[in-house]
């Protein structure tokens, strides 16, 4: 079993940056992808980057390229999302999430394990 622990959420204006931080604890060595999802109001969750924990190799949505970097700290089995440029569209509760399979890292259902969420805000 993996717990997931987000913080770094809150209210930013539009042009700000947010620090997402996610602490896995448990059983980490069965994860090997670690994946952020957002979910708006009245929306579907939405993919936004992932990153391997061996080699580090990153994926990206299209709407996160060039804004967002996820990066990870092996040591503290913590992943980062560091989000700059941020935009009203970009309001939404942000989830970490851990596979145990590489799958299609894109899709919600290649995850096993999901943190609480934390909100992000961007007022314009």
């Known amino acids: 079993q993996v717990q997931l622990v987000e913080s770094g959420g809150g209210l930013v204006q539009a042009g700000g940056s947010l620090r997402l931080s996610c602490a896995a604890l448990?059983?980490?060595?069965?994860?090997?992808?670690m994946g952020w999802f957002r979910q708006a109001p009245g929306k579907e969750r939405e993919f936004v980057a992932a990153?391997?924990?061996?080699?580090?190799?990153?994926y990206y949505a299209d709407s996160a390229k060039g804004r967002f970097t996820i990066s990870r700290d092996n040591a503290k089995n913590t992943v980062y999302l560091q989000m700059n440029s941020l935009k009203s569209g970009d309001t939404a509760v942000y989830y970490c999430?851990?596979?145990?399979?590489?799958?299609?890292?894109?899709?919600?259902?290649?995850?096993?394990?999901w943190g609480q969420g934390t909100q992000v805000t961007v007022s314009s």
């Open positions: 448990g059983r980490t060595f069965s994860s090997v992808i």
């Open positions: 999430a851990a596979a145990s399979s590489y799958g299609l890292r894109n899709r919600a259902s290649t995850y096993e394990f």
């Open positions: 990153i391997r924990w061996s080699g580090g190799n990153t």
